[in-house]
């Protein structure tokens, strides 16, 4: 491509119309490389997604509420630009029932069901049915721990309500390593480990989320080549046609090995944390997209 910069369109939601600080970063430092790059909410109905070369999500944390006009936008956007990741990936993606189908495919995942209602009636039955004295309880469809609830043995109240639950929810075992060891993040670009970061839960409470807005800490942790590889392998069954440009894996210990418990692939933290080199690492990644 001659003659002007390459054009980069990072995707937001309506709440975030600037970005969060992650897309904020990583516009700047793509600036500073050569590219042409701005940041334009998904639901904005006056822009031309045509004008962009390549177009990437980040922070459209907005879409749970609106999801069928998402994955619609998606569509059509896709049809204007490169959108990144797919419409196929995105859709697929959504709704955390796409464990159960890794888990199907020799993938070791954290064990996972799925409830249309998680009445207390119907975790208690779950609970002797599975022998899980202590459950997790997240909307199917859902982001950054929003609606996610951890359900202790003898409590009688039903979950936290939340706008994701016309979707269902899903229940997991509550793996208590995830205070000890902490859950791992890999972020996969183009389809291999970057880079990984532990999250931790706050110290008081009993609220076991791991993100900051909840109180969770994260940290940069060097790479591990178990945590990796399973990354990998998850990858490779999530994304049979292809690696796509960016993924991250959520990994934590349970019966003494890595097991996934989540694959994002929509619009997740990449934790780039303010760090030049892995908004780099994106930034040849993308440059390898463009037309030649």
């Not at 990144?84 to 697929?92: D, F, I, K, R």
């Not at 202790?152 to 309500?161: H, K, L, T, Y």
Request: one cysteine or more; a negative charge; proline letters at 7%.
């Amino acid at each position: 491509m001659t003659g002007r910069a390459a054009r980069l369109r990072l995707v937001t939601g309506r709440d975030l119309p600037a970005g969060d600080p992650e897309t904020r970063f990583l516009s700047q430092v793509l600036s500073e490389t050569g590219w042409s790059v701005d940041i334009a909410v998904w639901s904005d109905p006056n822009i031309a997604w045509g004008d962009a070369d390549l177009t990437v999500l980040r922070s459209t944390w907005d879409y749970p509420d609106h999801l069928d006009a998402f994955l619609a936008w998606c569509d059509r956007a896709a049809g204007q630009t490169a959108l990144h990741n797919p419409p196929a990936l995105v859709a697929g993606n959504v709704d955390k029932r796409y464990l159960t189908a890794l888990s199907r495919s020799g993938v070791p995942v954290v064990p996972t069901r799925w409830l249309a209602e998680p009445t207390p009636a119907a975790l208690a039955a779950l609970r002797t049915a599975e022998g899980w004295p202590h459950l997790v309880v997240k909307p199917a469809v859902g982001i950054d721990g929003l609606g996610v609830h951890r359900w202790p043995a003898g409590e009688e109240r039903a979950p936290i309500a939340y706008a994701g639950r016309r979707h269902g929810w899903i229940v997991q075992p509550y793996v208590s390593s995830v205070r000890t060891h902490g859950e791992r993040s890999v972020v996969l670009v183009d389809g291999e480990a970057a880079w990984s970061v532990e999250k931790r839960p706050g110290v008081d409470g009993p609220d076991i989320r791991v993100q900051e807005r909840w109180g969770g800490s994260t940290r940069s942790v060097e790479s591990d080549a178990e945590a990796d590889a399973l990354a990998g392998r998850t990858l490779a069954a999530s994304c049979p046609d292809g690696a796509p440009l960016y993924a991250r894996v959520d990994l934590l210990i349970w019966e003494g090995r890595w097991h996934v418990t989540e694959v994002e692939l929509i619009e997740p933290s990449l934790y780039l944390l303010g760090i030049r080199a892995r908004a780099l690492t994106l930034d040849a990644a993308l440059r390898r997209r463009l037309d030649p």
